[in-house]
């Protein structure tokens, strides 16, 4: 092997050594400690091949065929971020450039008895016990690699906390944003989300890409949910025709608490999303939507969990994807229901259009029950455009290019209907008429 | 106005319309009826453009135009209007919507300007007056859930808003409570003018009650077997078919 050809995975762990050689006491810190069992599970388990049951139908080896600067600085100003023409509206608005919070190009307007935000550098520098606790936590049992990967490179992400009983008004927006503009960039935020009892927010990730070089995004996002509190989290990917994205968010939720989560794929070369959420609590409700539109050579994946470790709790799922060229799509649901979680509902169902012979879509509906008094459903439709529909739009004067939007645009608005931060769902009606136009 | 020559078209290799011909002249309103499956919906699908049928002979001019070629927007624009004898439900997409997509992509096929939001709702009001359709059902998603009544008068509802010049209308009437078809055959007439034609195609005399038809044909395995005035129909509903389709096999 030449060094050349050196692999990633090999490439990553000399980094991990190197920089870990030149540490000084912070070596033998929790924090550390946690991060280089990330590295040794990193290491045990390698990058996921086909013949992993997760990673079946996606394949990663383009995605680790090429080295990636983790560390690239980026010149980039508000005054360009600003530019990625995403309605204005009232926010708490967070930059990420390469997967680096970047405190002095955020607003942050809500007030500080409301929410806490700071690098995650900061936060544990201010709170070191509390914050290495925090700190892959709720990830600590995954047995996958691209998360052990993030949790042994964490960059610097954000600690964002909402104290008990408090109502966050303005959304917070996280913008990432890789500057692929010079070169290969990679990004491994961490980002970890508290939100206090009964408290309520809503909350948007978005990532975008600049520059036609590859980008890797690693991300992990852990949220909290605390007694009855209220949290909306929606994660929106416009990114380039050369961005590879794997995200984990991973969501932990107690008695009485509400999460809506919507994960909208509009671009990006290649996109692992996994969220896996377990309803830690009684009376607790999930609900999980998303929508995908892959074209071209795209490769969308949605893994999602829904865990019910308690009683009396409901989660509830819709997932739609509209798949052109000779893209793929890719959806694995799983529902557990645990012995102790009598009383579950759990309902779920992916739709999708498959509007090219040369496209396709796999889905797998995984059920998992282990108590009882349960209900339980799921359905997944792949199918075509409905041609009746189609000739009776045509039939009063709408081209069939226009009825062909209109009825996809059609097809999506009960997801993106859920979207409660409008600027995020405005975005997403422009950009997705856009789309559906485009063809 | 139109005019069909022995128009010829089959489904999955199976021939349905076996050489029709019909001549309708402005302002004339004519009737089709016939027993089921003889092809009256086949004819108001290939007249309209639906693409499974294929057409397999003849041809059919409409205002001076060839239209077997043209798409089913294109015939649209062009005037031809079709009721559903089964309207689509569509979710997702509401009625005034999609209406304001249809006005104004016909607008667009006509070199005009579209109509903005406040001319739009403006005439929209005035034919949902005409055939007394209910505001609600505007803002529904189309069809969504509507009665089979509701459907039948959203199909004259959206014909009295894009006033085509040549109405087909198959089997409206069915479905429609007694006071809804004297409202949506009230409605046809007062879209009734020198110009404007309609083919009405019915299993029922009531309706050409209140639609008075200027000639009756009889359609009858995929051929016009007898053509009348309008007493034909009341013939028909006194006697059924069985002497027409004695007729038919005699001739061979
Ligand atoms: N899509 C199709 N596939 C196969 N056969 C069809 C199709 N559409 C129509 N047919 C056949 O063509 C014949 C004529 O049907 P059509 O619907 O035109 O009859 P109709 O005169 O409108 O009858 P009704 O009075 O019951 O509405 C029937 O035998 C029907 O089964
Ligand atoms: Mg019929």
């Known amino acids: 092997m030449s060094t050349e050809t050196i692999d990633l995975k090999t490439r990553l762990i000399t980094d991990f050594h190197a920089r870990e050689a030149v540490m000084n006491g912070e070596a033998s810190s929790e924090f550390h400690q946690k991060k280089r069992a990330g590295l040794a599970l990193f290491e045990q388990l390698g990058f996921p091949t086909i013949k992993h049951e997760e990673w079946k139908y996606s394949n990663v080896r383009d995605l680790i065929s090429v080295s990636y600067d983790f560390n690239a600085e980026s010149s980039i100003g508000l005054a360009e971020l600003e530019d990625l023409k995403v309605p204005k509206q009232e926010a708490n608005i967070l930059y990420f450039v390469n997967g680096r919070y970047k405190a002095e190009l955020s607003t942050i307007i809500s007030p500080v008895e409301k929410i806490t935000i700071s690098a995650l550098s900061e936060a544990y520098k201010n709170d070191p016990v509390k914050v290495a606790s925090y700190f892959n936590e709720l990830t600590k049992d995954a047995n996958d690699a691209f998360t052990a990967l993030n949790t042994a490179f964490t960059q610097d992400g954000v600690f964002i906390h909402i104290p008990d009983n408090q109502s966050v008004e303005h959304p917070i927006i996280l913008r990432f944003v890789s500057d692929a503009r010079e070169q290969n960039v990679g990004s491994q935020p961490r980002n970890i989300i508290s939100v206090g009892k009964n408290a309520h927010v809503k909350l948007a990730e978005a990532f975008r890409t600049l520059g036609d070089q590859r980008s890797f995004t690693n991300s992990v996002t852990e949220i909290h949910v605390a007694e009855e509190a209220n949290v909306q989290y929606y994660k929106v990917q416009n990114e380039s025709e050369n961005a590879y994205h794997v995200g984990t968010t991973q969501v932990r939720m107690l008695d009485g608490s509400h999460f809506y989560a919507g994960t909208v794929t509009l671009n990006g070369k290649f996109t692992r999303n996994n969220l896996n959420i377990v309803l830690d609590g009684e009376h607790c409700d999930a609900h999980m939507y998303g929508l995908y539109f892959p074209d071209g050579s795209q490769h969308v994946d949605n893994h999602t969990v829904a865990d019910h470790q308690k009683p009396n709790s409901e989660s509830n799922e819709l997932y739609k994807g509209i798949l052109r060229d000779k893209s793929k799509g890719v959806f694995n649901g799983k529902i557990f229901v645990r012995p102790d979680a009598q009383k579950t509902n759990a309902f779920q169902s992916c739709k999708n259009i498959v509007l090219s012979p040369d496209a396709t879509m796999n889905t797998k509906p995984q059920l998992e029950i282990f108590a009882d008094d349960v209900k339980c459903s799921h359905g997944t439709t792949t199918g075509q455009i409905d041609e009746e529909a189609l000739f009776y739009m045509r039939s009063r004067g709408i081209s069939q290019s226009e009825a062909m939007s209109l009825l996809m645009f059609a097809f999506c608005a009960d997801v993106v209907q859920q979207i409660k931060i409008d600027s995020v769902r405005e975005y997403l009606e422009n950009v997705i008429t856009q789309k559906l136009a485009s063809k | ?252």
């Open chain 2, 1 to 252: 106005m139109l005019s069909i020559n022995d128009l010829r078209a089959s489904i999955e290799g199976k021939e349905i319309l076996k050489g029709i011909n019909l001549e309708v002249k402005p302002g004339e309103v004519h009737a089709i009826m016939g027993p089921n499956g003889s092809g009256k919906s086949t004819l108001a699908s290939v007249l309209a453009g639906r693409e499974e049928y294929e057409v397999t002979g003849g041809n059919v001019v409409f205002d001076g135009k060839e239209i077997l070629e043209m798409a089913p927007e294109e015939r649209a624009a062009e005037g031809i209007f079709l009721a559903f004898q089964y309207p689509v439900e569509i979710p997702g997409v509401t009625t005034i919507n999609f209406l304001k997509t249809a006005v104004n992509e016909i607008r667009k096929y006509k070199g005009e300007a579209p109509l903005d939001a406040a001319q739009f709702l403006k005439m929209v009001r005035e034919k949902a007056k005409l055939v007394s359709m209910n505001d609600s059902l505007l803002k529904r998603a189309l069809n969504e859930g509507f009665s089979g009544g509701e459907k039948k008068r959203n199909e004259i509802f959206q014909m009295a808003v894009l006033e085509p010049k040549l109405a087909i209308l198959d089997e409206t009437d069915s479905g429609l409570d007694i006071d809804a078809l004297r409202i949506v055959a009230e409605g046809v007439n007062s879209l009734r003018s020198p110009e404007r034609s309609t083919i009405v195609v019915t299993h029922y005399q009531r309706l050409l009650d209140y639609i008075v038809p200027d000639y009756v044909h009889v359609l009858y395995k995929g051929r016009i077997v007898k053509s009348g005035p309008k007493e034909l129909a009341l013939e028909l509903e006194e006697k059924g078919y069985d002497w027409i389709k004695a007729e038919v096999e005699a001739v061979g």
